[in-house]
């Protein structure tokens, strides 16, 4: 579908819709500098224009009317984001001068551009891996700074380079293989098969952890507030926001509709979610909160379970998360303890003390050690090939040759679904279909 027609000349859109100082229409294809010498009348004509320049002229309409002033940007194949011939037209950014340069490019021969065709084209011109198409997209949707500069290490090769390095360690150990296989006698020293597989193998343990970190710091995070009736858990978040958002009572049994406010933390944006303290009630308003919370907990990326410690400490009902997406805390810690716990953090709603020890555990939950400087996973399709390489490698690192050479070839290919230098058209498709029109 998406490989039809990737021989016409496209033209789109490429700024936001609405009223902006300048705006961007976007040609691609063959004839992108026949259809500017169509639209553009400046000091020269684009097609006599060398690649890397701009023009400065009139947009014009079939009649001759001028639509606007503007630039016109002239690309010469295989010299420009596509690799294509492509022309830019910046004029005045509203809608009216946008939808008539767009009207005047269509009816000069160019289709409008399917949503990503634009980067498709880079794609299949290999001017970018698939991993590096998907930063793109990251860079265009990016909401926080986390979020940008995961995207923009992604579009740099970042990503690409420490799947590579991972790659040429499982080649290595191939390569001993295949020398053990074809002259048994001459023997291959253990640590050309065992060493390499064994960094292969922590280098892709971290990257499959850092996806948690990478979509987190792409989508943000939801963070619950789990406990009994009386806990503090409306203080607390009260506490984190910084100012009274919940409604705060000595009554058990406050809150009875979960509540949500947003923060920004460690760069991400975080989603806090106040609940109904849990308990036994036959008041069927405060079960339902119950159920809710419990629900609201089970969606979650974290979970904080608050307990009282200025009270006798008694288990949480209900399902608790596991350990990896929960984080106990003991509240009310300005009051004299009534139990301790080294695994539960103490803090106080009202002096705020431990609320930042809190903030870098929460970050520290959500974001890993996944090393600052490095390239994370940021989507669920790399994910998913980073696991598969990751169960391959452990395979053969438990079988005899002749088996494990196979395991290791299923790891280089999943690798390389990884970056998506050389993928099913479906799974490519899959990518592109999040894409907007003039990208
Ligand atoms: N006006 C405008 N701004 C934009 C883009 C665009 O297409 N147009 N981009 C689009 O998303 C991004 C920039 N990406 C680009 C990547 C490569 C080339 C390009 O022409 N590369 C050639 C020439 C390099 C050179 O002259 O040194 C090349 O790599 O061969 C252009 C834009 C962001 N800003
Ligand atoms: N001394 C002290 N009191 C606190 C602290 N946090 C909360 N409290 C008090 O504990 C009581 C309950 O606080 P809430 O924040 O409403 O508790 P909750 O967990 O939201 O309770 P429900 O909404 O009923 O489930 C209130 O009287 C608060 O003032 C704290 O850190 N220190
Ligand atoms: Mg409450």
Redesign the pocket.
């Known amino acids: 579908m998406t490989r039809a027609g990737l021989q016409d000349t496209i033209a789109a859109i490429?700024t936001a819709p609405g009223s902006a100082g300048v705006g961007?229409v976007?040609v691609s294809g063959p004839d992108a500098l026949a259809v500017a010498d169509g639209l553009f009348r400046g000091r020269r004509r684009p097609s006599r224009t060398p690649g890397?320049r701009f023009l400065f002229g009139a947009l014009l309409a079939a009649d001759g009317e001028v639509l606007d002033e503007g630039l016109c940007?002239v690309?010469r194949a295989?010299?420009?984001?596509t690799g294509e011939d492509v022309a830019?037209f910046q004029s005045h950014g509203s809608p009216a001068v946008l939808s008539r340069v767009l009207a005047r490019a269509l009816e000069l021969g160019a289709r409008p551009a399917r949503p990503g065709e634009f980067t498709l084209r880079a794609y299949l011109a290999g001017r970018l891996d698939l991993s590096q198409a998907e930063a793109?997209l990251g860079l265009v949707e990016a909401q926080t700074d986390a979020a940008r500069r995961q995207a923009s290490l992604g579009l740099s090769g970042a990503l690409g380079a420490r799947v590579a390095r991972i790659g040429a360690n499982v080649t290595r150990t191939l390569a001993a293989l295949q020398a053990m296989l074809d002259y048994p006698e001459e023997g291959v020293p253990e640590e050309d098969r065992e060493t390499p597989l064994a960094a292969a193998e922590g280098e892709l343990a971290e990257l499959v952890a850092s996806a948690r970190a990478g979509q987190v710091a792409t989508r943000g995070a939801r963070l619950a507030l789990i406990g009994r009736p009386n806990a503090g858990k409306s203080s607390l978040l009260n506490a984190l926001l910084g100012y009274e958002r919940s409604i705060v009572t000595p009554i058990p049994g406050t809150t009875r509709d979960y509540l949500e406010a947003g923060l920004e933390l460690a760069g991400v944006p975080v989603t806090l979610v106040d609940t109904a303290g849990l308990r036994e009630t036959r008041d069927v308003v405060e079960a339902a909160g119950v159920r809710q919370a419990l629900n609201l907990a089970g969606a979650a990326d974290l979970v904080l379970a608050l307990e009282d410690g200025s009270l006798p400490r008694e288990p949480l009902p209900g399902e608790l998360p596991e350990a990896q997406r929960l984080l106990r805390v003991r509240t009310k810690a300005d009051l004299p303890p009534a139990w301790t716990d080294p695994a539960a953090l103490a803090v106080s709603a009202v002096t705020g003390a431990g609320l930042p020890e809190l903030r870098e555990a929460v970050r520290a939950a959500l974001l890993g050690d996944a090393a600052r400087g490095e390239a994370w996973l940021t989507t669920e399709r790399q994910a998913d090939a980073a696991r598969r390489a990751l169960s391959h490698v452990q395979a053969a690192r438990t079988l005899p040759d002749d088996l494990a050479g196979w395991e290791l070839e299923e790891a280089l290919r999943a690798l390389s679904d990884l970056t998506g230098r050389d993928v099913q058209e479906d799974v490519v498709d899959a990518v592109f279909r999040n894409f907007c029109v003039g990208k």
């Open positions: 490429a961007i976007r890397g940007l690309f295989p010299r420009s984001y830019e793109v």
